[in-house]
T-cell receptor
């Protein structure tokens, strides 16, 4: 069975600074997808970024980028130039592929961006 | 295009009462999911459906039942509510053949349920 671990329950960062959220996972699968979702105080879950395991290149989306280390089973999220609107809960998720598109979520990291 | 909607947004139940949560999506997605979110535990999959008329158990199915009679709707039922079912419930949907091969799940706004 797969597991996803987020070892940082809470973090804070100053506005305009960079912060990295960690995520590790355990799987025996060779092909899978990894995701970071953001949940702001509104509670709406929003996809931030995704990574396909067979792609060695790290995914980037504007100020968000990942450091995907397949051998180490690590998938960290870097947020550059942090903004107040980045304050949210961040969840890492794993999806086996192919499969039934089921996610396994980590327990989340609560990020607060300080003015 | 409303995306994924959930009804109701809030509900308080007494122990032993029953209720049904409704999830509706207007994106013609094949896959639908029900999660519960509890503090310190992330989101856990309760049940899911890979198409109209089909359902399957997730990680934490006990105490819940589901039905997918129409492609656009996915119902979650609690037959006899317990305080342990106090949680925030999220519905999500996903296309069977994602056009961008991205496997994104699209979430509803959540339902906060309290069982006293």
């Amino acid at each position: 069975a797969q597991t996803v671990t987020q070892s940082q329950p809470e973090m804070s960062v100053q506005e305009a600074e960079t912060v990295t959220l960690s995520c590790t996972y355990d799987t025996s699968e060779n092909n899978y997808y990894l995701f970071w979702y953001k949940q702001p105080p509104s509670r709406q879950m929003i996809l931030v970024i995704r990574q396909e395991a067979y792609k060695q290149q790290n995914a980037t989306e504007n100020r968000f980028s990942v450091n995907f280390q397949k051998a180490a089973k690590s998938f960290s999220l870097k947020i550059s130039d942090s903004q107040l609107g980045d304050t949210a809960m961040y969840f890492c998720a794993f999806m086996k592929h192919p499969g039934t598109y089921k996610y396994i979520f980590g327990t989340g990291t609560r990020l607060k961006v300080l003015a | 295009n409303a995306g994924v909607t959930q009804t109701p947004k809030f509900r308080v139940l007494k122990t032993g009462q029953s209720m049904t949560l409704l999830c509706a999506q207007d994106m013609n997605h094949e896959y639908m999911y029900w999660y519960r979110q509890d503090p310190g535990m992330g989101l856990r999959l309760i049940h899911y459906s890979v198409g109209e008329g089909t359902t399957a158990k997730g990680e934490v199915p006990d105490g819940y039942n589901v039905s997918r009679l129409k492609k656009q709707n996915f119902l979650l039922g609690l037959e006899s509510a317990a305080p342990s079912q106090t949680s925030v419930y999220f519905c999500a949907s996903s296309p069977f053949l994602p056009t961008k091969l991205d496997y994104e799940q699209y979430f509803g706004p959540g339902t906060r349920l309290t069982v006293t």
